[in-house]
């Protein structure tokens, strides 16, 4: 039994401010992504590369996840680290924009500062995101996860289209000084809604076992990453992780160009492609949700069956595009593109659900290091998939004369690696599952967790 324990389970409410949480990270996040990003390239007509660069350094240094997660559980509580990331955070999105300020009138000096703010980013999200999941894995009740994280990441979504638009409007006229107070309102603001959604609400852990024989001191980052890393399930949910997360995020970059280059679309209708997308993500994410839930004692499939199915789906989809590539227009693009998005959406819903089930497997009191060992893998994938699409795209072009089948090549690469990443799904977790038999007496919660563990 673990030293530390809670008192009671998440409700919907509690949920809601968690996802609260996750808005205001994506608020400082998009921010210092997207507007960042546009005003370097336009407004200081820098090379796109730079912005590039940065927010593949803020994703790269997300291998710290796990070091955070660790840290958490060292503690026994979340919400310092949480409140530790979010400050963290808006520190780094404000130290961006004064560096992009900077660059006006001293490039040099403004892409140092803002080489050590992309960092600080990196490290805020680390901690505040991981520690967050690990809250919403320990206190929210099995049968409520799928639906769970479909909150928590849809109002993350709402995080990004209210900042993105209320940003949008107030950085008109554009000028430095505006660019640096309106960073400055939405970091303060974001850190104060944190505040306001934590207050009270995770308690304080209350030892439930004074005679446990569990010894009380903690071992060293490196002894409890080697445990969690000899476990067979957290090793290959990590691969899993980075597979899927790799072919998820390779076709971020090349999708609106295929749409131009191959089907003629104007910079507008690839925009609003984009929408059709993640419109399709929206309903996979809450046909998962649905599905992984309890609705009248039923449950429409497990979340292994619609992490594979997810899966597989999306790798069909891409098989849709490569053949979207060989024919062109006559082709159903646009609706291989929103079948693409419910594919993906489910997969990935269902991926963070098993996700939290599986982070509390294994050795106690490591939750934290598992869930930043995954976190770390998915962020590593976003960091390099946008480069390994883009590049993969232009050898494709070298070796390949016509448009349409390089882009084609490429496509099939990434169904290929979903493909793989059904396979490794398929698989996690089987060898435990055959061996555990649960005590009769073992409670409800733990009959519900050996329920999705076999299903």
Known sequence: MSRNTLTHSFGWGSIARLGLVQAALGAIVVLTTSTLNRVMVVELALPALLPGMLVAMHYLVQVTRPRMGF??????????????????????????????AWMTSNRPAGIALAVFAFLLIGLGVSACGTALLVLLTKRVDPNRRAAAATIVWLMMIVGFAVTAGVVGKLLDPYSPARLVAVTIGVAVSAFALTLLALYRLEGKPVVADSTSAEPAAKPAFRIAFAQVWSEPSARQFTLFIFISMLAYSAQDLILEPFAGSVFGYTPGQSTSLSGTQHGGVLLGMLLAALAGSNFGGKRFGSLRAWTVGGCLASAVALMGLVIAGMIGPAWPFKATVFVMGISNGAFSIAAIGSMMRLAGEGRKSREGVRMGLWGGAQAVAFGIGGLVGTAASDLAHLLIGTTGSAYAAVFAFEAILFLVAASMASKIGQSETRVATPPSNA????????EQASS
């Open 443 to 450: 409670g409800s919660f733990n009959r519900m967790s050996t």
């Open 71 to 100: 840290g958490s559980d060292v503690g026994g509580r979340r919400t310092p680290w949480i409140i530790g990331g979010m400050a963290v955070l808006a520190t780094g999105g404000v130290l961006a924009a004064i560096a992009t």
